[in-house]
Every structure is written in structure tokens, then in C-alpha cells.
């Protein structure tokens, strides 16, 4: 019976010596996998910061009342009639650069989540509506109810940065679990 016993002792300290082996390979992996973690997701906030900055600006700048009260100022307080009001407004709004938009969008899409990504590019595809709205409606001059229209889409890029922005956020504050919450838009995604 003490071959058997000492053969249970040497299983048992083999057993242990793997057990250990594997819990010190699993420790060390997840002290080198921590800092690379905390720089992947610190890269993650830069990026949705960056294009969070870029798609409020840019929704800032496309304001109706804005572009009109700086139109009426440039103007040295002239007044200026409806109609040319309109046109310098979609004059203005059509010379906003979406370029910042265009810069900070491809990292979003790289750094996702997926869902994310694609927030991402509806709050741009909004934008670059807004921007093509302005485009058309500059050399053909047919201004129709061009408040109405320019404030429904600002408001439809407002939703979308506000989309990307909920889920943004809770894809960061739930990095233990690293799963979003679907948010779901109103409508057809456009």
C-alpha cells in the first residue's frame, strides 16, 4: 500500500505543479493583456471624442437661425429681404467643410464596435445630407420652405450624433462586459 500512497502523493504534486503552472501563464497574460486593454479602449474614447467634436461642430455651424443672424450681421445691418436672406444662408451653409466629419469617421469605423461604426455613419450620412441639400438648392434657387427643410435636417443629424453618442457611452462605461445596448433609431435609417 505505500507504492500506492507515495503513487497518489505524485499525482497529486504533479496535478498541483500544473495547476500552478497554468493559473501563473493565465496571471502573466492578463498582467501584458491589461495595459494594451487600457490603451486600446483609451484610443477608442480619443477617436469617438474626435468625431463627437467634429459632427456637433458641424451641426452647430448648419443652424438656420445662426447662418441667418450672421447673414443679417455681415450685412451691416442692412435688411435684407427673404429671399436673399434664404440664398445667403444656403450660400453659407454650403461652404461648411465636412472634412472634419470625413477625418474622424474612418477611426470609429476601425476601432468599432460594429454598432458603433454604424451610428458613426449615419450621423455623416446626415451631415453630408445637409451639405448636398445646400449644394442643390444654390444654383437652382428653388428655395421653397428652405427654413423647414434645413431645420428637419438638423434635427435628423442632431438624433443621429445623439445615437452615436448614447451608444458611444455605454460602450465605454461597460468595458468589463464589453457589450453595447442597441439603441433603435425612429424611422428608416437613412
Do not use: C, W
Given at each position: 500500500?505505500?507504492?500506492?500512497g ?13 495547476a ?10 492578463g ?30 455651424a ?27 444662408v ?6 461648411i ?9 474612418p ?18 450620412d ?12 444654390l ?10 427643410q ?18 458611444a ?22
Amino acid at each position: 500500500m505505500s507504492v500506492s500512497g507515495e503513487l497518489v502523493q505524485a499525482l497529486v504534486a504533479v496535478l498541483a505543479a500544473v495547476a500552478a503552472y497554468a493559473a501563473g501563464r493565465a496571471q502573466a497574460s492578463g498582467a501584458r493583456r491589461g495595459p494594451v486593454d487600457a490603451v486600446r479602449r483609451q484610443h477608442q474614447r480619443d477617436a469617438y471624442a474626435a468625431f463627437l467634436k467634429a459632427a456637433r461642430q458641424y451641426e452647430r455651424a448648419t443652424r438656420f437661425a445662426d447662418l441667418a443672424r450672421a447673414a443679417k450681421a455681415d450685412n451691416n445691418g442692412l435688411e435684407l429681404d427673404r429671399q436673399a436672406l434664404l440664398r445667403e444662408v444656403v450660400r453659407r451653409r454650403a461652404a461648411i467643410s465636412l472634412e472634419p466629419i470625413a477625418e474622424t469617421l474612418p477611426v470609429v469605423q476601425l476601432e468599432g464596435p460594429k454598432v458603433l461604426a454604424v451610428y458613426a455613419q449615419e450621423a455623416a450620412d446626415a451631415a453630408e445630407r445637409l451639405a448636398q441639400v445646400a449644394r442643390t438648392l444654390l444654383p437652382a434657387f428653388a428655395f421653397g420652405d428652405v427654413q423647414k427643410q434645413f431645420e428637419q435636417d438638423t434635427a435628423n443629424l442632431h438624433t443621429r450624433i445623439t445615437h452615436f453618442t448614447v451608444e458611444a457611452r455605454a460602450f465605454l462605461d461597460d468595458s468589463a462586459r464589453r457589450r453595447t445596448r442597441r439603441f433603435v433609431l425612429p424611422g428608416p435609417h437613412q
